[in-house]
């Protein structure tokens, strides 16, 4: 829409050359709207897939090994992973290879994540599905040990996130898997439903729904696609979205919403 009013605009003013740069910023402009900020032309996207990636693996490596072994359950969490990104066996090897050099102690990830905010910096929607997807990792196991609580945090500081910020995510993912597997919880499963979304019993109708959409919205396919989040794990953030859902249709019900 907004290419052909700055294309408009643009010759309007300007003639030819004016119309050329006004179709030119309303495209960039329609391109944000869609992709939120931080996005690229879809066709630029490759490389900040592949560093996105890597940034995954490697992490969920580190965060696998902190607490001292690697344990089945990670194991078997990172292999379902693997299959839902449907890798051929080249790309499953790279993974692999990925969360070793990860999980080896004398690792360090600090040159991963200089990396990662080098491509992937100005993408709120990636950074944010990160962090959940690695939240979601350190749980696989069923407790969040206090060692890769440790580790998130570390990245979390790496990507922008101040403590605070970071713990609200930590406990809107840590009462959404509460919600997992598409099964509604009971009324008495209220209290996680709001620690989900973010907010209390106290918030208004508007406040709750202010935080649903705003949930819901980083796991906007066309914005994660913009961003550069591979199409393949789009699925596994729309699963993400509908333990959110869960969560609100259970407010939505005790509230008359």
């Not at 194991?75 to 050099?101: S, V």
Request: charged share 20%.
């Amino acid at each position: 829409m907004f290419k052909f009013i700055g294309f408009i605009a643009g010759y309007y003013f300007s003639g030819f050359f004016g119309a050329l740069l006004g179709l030119f910023v309303g495209s960039f402009i329609d391109r944000m709207r869609v992709y939120g900020p931080g996005a690229l032309n879809p066709l630029q996207n490759a490389h900040r897939q592949a560093v996105f990636l890597e940034t995954v693996f490697i992490s969920m490596g580190k965060l696998a090994k902190a607490d001292g072994r690697v344990s089945q359950q990670e194991i078997d969490h990172t292999e379902a992973f693997i299959r839902k990104l449907g890798m051929t066996a080249a790309n499953r090897q790279q993974a692999i290879a990925w969360f070793k050099q990860g999980a080896d102690p004398e690792f360090d990830i600090g040159q991963t994540y200089q990396r990662f905010m080098a491509v992937c910096g100005q993408t709120r929607n990636l950074k944010y599905v990160l962090l959940v997807y690695l939240t979601v990792m350190a749980l696989a196991d069923g407790h969040l040990h206090p060692a890769e609580e440790a580790v998130l945090f570390n990245i979390a500081g790496r990507v922008g996130y101040d403590r605070a910020t970071f713990q609200q995510l930590l406990d809107m993912v840590l009462n959404q898997s509460r919600f997992a597997g598409g099964k509604a919880a009971s009324t008495s499963s209220l209290d996680d439903a709001y620690k989900a979304l973010g907010v209390t019993k106290d918030s208004t109708d508007q406040e709750v729904k202010r935080a649903y959409r705003k949930q819901m919205s980083q796991y906007h396919p066309d914005k994660l696609i913009g961003q550069g989040l591979p199409e393949d794990m789009i699925a596994m953030a729309t699963e993400q979205s509908k333990e959110i859902q869960l969560a609100y249709d259970l407010i939505k019900k005790i509230r008359n919403m």
